[in-house]
T-cell receptor, first 114, second 113 residues
Framework: SAVISQKPSRDICQRGTSLTIQCQVD?????MFWYRQQPGQSLTLIAT?????????ESGFVIDKFPISRPNLTFSTLTVSNMSPEDSSIYLC???????????FGPGTRLTVT | GQSLEQPSEVTAVEGAIVQINCTYQ??????LSWYQQHDGGAPTFLSY??LDGLEETGRFSSFLSRSDSYGYLLLQELQMKDSASYFC??????????????WGLGTSLAVNP
């Protein structure tokens, strides 16, 4: 299994600002995933981040709004840019386990935009 | 489009058996996974089926029928701590041909004494 930490755990931000969320894994992993989840709702995949290549974004998510960095095999960041109240959500990073069919999740970042 | 359907809520009593069904319609299929998520927590992996049949892991079992695009999670000897949301997720590929999960909307399970 992988142990994943995220920073910050929560934040309250003003409309129009940006927030960068950090995801640190205790082992080297090829694929990292960024999700968004409203409380009580399902998970929505934002993008997949492979080390050494550009992130692949899902439909409805664009790089200008959610730029992602993946500088090495244990770390990634997701930036939520030019925030609006609609961006208020829980943001989760995850990685594939050794078997590749399991995903392990960080504790999440609870973002509130006012 | 791509969709996964599962019941929104299920209620059961301690010690009982409950089955959560999942039907899927996706453009690619490489397996069906189940995750558990407690309130305020992160999803945790429960099981995975790539082939037809039943996989058993302790009190939890998962079944897959690829011809029916159908699977289920079976929880036996229910305990209060099993109260959580359960998500089915289909393993597929993204635009870059990398693996990704497509998630169902989740089933909220309430276990009563």
């Amino acid at each position: 299994s992988a142990v994943i930490s995220q920073k910050p755990s929560r934040d309250i931000c003003q409309r129009g600002t940006s927030l960068t969320i950090q995801c640190q894994v205790d082992s080297q992993v090829t694929m990292m995933f960024w999700y968004r989840q409203q409380p009580g709702q399902s998970l929505t995949l934002i993008a997949t981040a492979n080390q050494g290549s550009e992130a692949t974004y899902e439909s409805g998510f664009v790089i200008d709004k959610f730029p992602i960095s993946r500088p090495n095999l244990t770390f990634s960041t997701l930036t939520v840019s030019n925030m609006s109240p609609e961006d208020s959500s829980i943001y989760l990073c995850s990685v594939e386990g050794g078997t590749s069919y399991e995903q392990y999740f960080g504790p999440g970042t609870r973002l509130t935009v006012t | 489009g791509q969709s996964l359907e599962q019941p929104s809520e299920v209620t059961a009593v301690e010690g009982a058996i409950v089955q959560i069904n999942c039907t899927y319609q996706t453009s690619g299929f490489y397996g069906l996974s189940w995750y558990q998520q407690h309130d305020g927590g992160a999803p945790t992996f429960l099981s995975y089926n790539a082939l037809d049949g039943l996989e058993e892991t302790g009190r939890f079992s998962s079944f897959l029928s690829r011809s029916d695009s159908y699977g289920y999670l079976l929880l036996q000897e229910l305990q209060m701590k099993d109260s959580a949301s359960y998500f089915c997720a289909v393993r597929s590929l993204n635009a870059g041909n990398n693996r990704k999960l497509i998630w169902g909307l989740g089933t909220s399970l309430a276990v009563n004494p």
